[in-house]
């Protein structure tokens, strides 16, 4: 655990202010158009610990390990909604859930041994693809009338979990579009999504708390590649403003938002793809 790392009260002051800022946004959008945290808070951590003055060629996975832990209380929480209306699908969380689980630990190897610059890259470049399924993809697209079996399943499961350590989100913006396509009703898919979420972050969390960070990326009160400050502040601004979200969406044309959210993610895909390979 990293306890000093050269800041000063005000930079502190600031630290904490940024992360308030980036949970409460985060809580927002996650209510407001039902997407995960990850897909805001990764892009969001990198810039704001590169505006406090940490950099290096690990800073990408304190933001994908930070992120996940996130993860781990927002999806359980809606897990917990979800089951009480009885929308999880249990029978693929069974089946689903040990190959999603192999998937993000071998995620987890493969970005703590990676350079930032190509952890913003992936991400980047996987982020424009969610953005254009956000702004062009249709829930009647079907590939299938079932969920595959089998072989399918076993490229399919540890596919999700690995790309999505990668990003560090949880299981929606994989998991929501590929259950959908093979039959799976929005609702039904979103809910158990969240069920994948509990499945990849758990295990790679833990595997994250074994990677040492260089102290250029490290800051304070980082326990292997997880900044426990970061995690508390923005679980707890989630936990006020998601509701805010949430209630904003019942009022609202879901529809213009969700193109203004995939313009949003393009843009900041196009940001991290030019970092990674044009600064």
Not at 106 to 132: D, E, H, K, N
Not at 199 to 204: D, E, G, L, Q, Y
Request: glycine share 12%; proline share 5%.
């Amino acid at each position: 655990m990293d306890l000093a790392s050269g800041m000063d009260t005000g930079a502190l002051i600031s630290m904490v202010a940024l992360i308030a800022v980036i949970g409460a946004f985060g809580g927002v959008l996650a209510g407001l158009l039902g997407v995960g945290g990850g897909i805001v808070l990764v892009p969001s951590f990198f810039y704001a610990f590169q505006t406090l003055g940490f950099d290096g060629d690990k800073l990408m996975q304190l933001c994908l390990a930070t992120s996940l832990a996130t993860i781990i209380v927002t999806s359980l929480r809606s897990v917990q909604s979800h089951n009480k209306k009885g929308a999880v699908d249990w029978q693929i969380l069974r089946t689903w859930g040990p190959g999603i689980a192999v998937g993000a630990v071998i995620g987890v190897l493969a970005a703590s041994s990676l350079r930032s610059t190509v952890l913003q890259g992936v991400f980047g470049s996987l982020a424009m693809v969610i953005g254009l399924y956000f702004a062009f993809g249709r829930t009647e697209w079907r590939i299938a009338q079932d969920m595959p079996g089998g072989i399918t399943r076993a490229i399919l499961s540890p596919v999700v979990g690995f790309l999505s350590v990668l990003m560090g989100i949880g299981g929606g913006s994989f998991g929501v579009p590929l259950m959908t396509l093979y039959g799976r009703p929005i609702h039904r898919a979103v809910a158990t999504a969240a069920g994948f979420g509990v499945i990849i972050a758990v295990p790679s969390v833990i595997a994250f708390l074994f990677v040492e960070l260089p102290p250029e990326s490290r800051p304070p009160l980082t326990v292997g590649a997880v900044n426990l400050p970061t995690f508390a502040i923005v679980v707890a601004m989630t936990t006020i403003t998601a509701p805010y979200g949430a209630r904003l969406a019942h009022a609202t044309d879901p529809g213009p938002l969700k193109r203004v959210f995939s313009l949003f993610l393009l843009l900041v895909a196009a940001n991290m793809i030019r970092k990674a390979f044009f600064a």
